[in-house]
């Protein structure tokens, strides 16, 4: 199975990420999480991106706030997928980060999660590598049936707790 790479641009995405890494550990996909800014690290994430084909990754994700260069300048450097999370600052609320993830130049696609959006980002990757893991499908479709479970369930409650 192909890993997942994710690049925060700052430790302080960490909460973040970690919803992301909970989620990928929670199917099984192998991942590796980096730190490096697209503004004070620009030659090594430069480099990651350049060799995460050779290095086994199948998709990226790329979180970061402010400025949000990051996920455009992974993307910049490689043809493998590439996910944009979005992080709020207290600036913008997001919003700034947001706008700069999302609004990409034709040719360098970034796919954009909502703001904070560890988990989705997550899910996203794992139904891309799923297009060629028929194991991985199963397990994105036992998570949606028992997604959709929990919240039948909580309808069947209602009208008791009422």
Excluded at 10 to 21: E, H, N, Q, R
Excluded at 46 to 67: W, Y
Aim: proline share 4%; net charge negative; aromatic share 2%.
């Amino acid at each position: 199975m192909k890993k997942v790479g994710i690049i925060m641009g700052s430790d302080s995405d960490l909460p973040i990420i970690k919803k992301a890494t909970d989620m990928l550990k929670s199917l099984d996909i192998p991942f590796e999480v980096h730190i490096y800014s697209a503004h004070r690290t620009p030659v090594e994430a430069r480099d990651f991106a350049l060799n995460a084909r050779e290095n086994g990754f199948g998709v990226l994700i790329a979180a970061a706030g402010m400025a949000a260069h990051l996920a455009g300048a992974i993307a910049a450097n490689t043809t493998l997928p590439v996910i944009g999370i979005p992080c709020k600052s207290t600036n913008l609320d997001g919003m700034d980060a947001l706008l700069s993830t999302v609004q990409m130049p034709t040719g360098i696609p970034v796919a954009t999660v909502a703001i904070n959006g560890g988990a989705n980002a997550a899910l996203l990757a794992a139904q891309i590598i799923a297009v060629e893991d028929k194991e991985l499908a199963q397990k994105l479709d036992a998570k949606r049936a028992s997604d959709a479970a929990a919240v039948l369930k909580k309808d069947s409650e209602v009208m008791n707790n009422l």
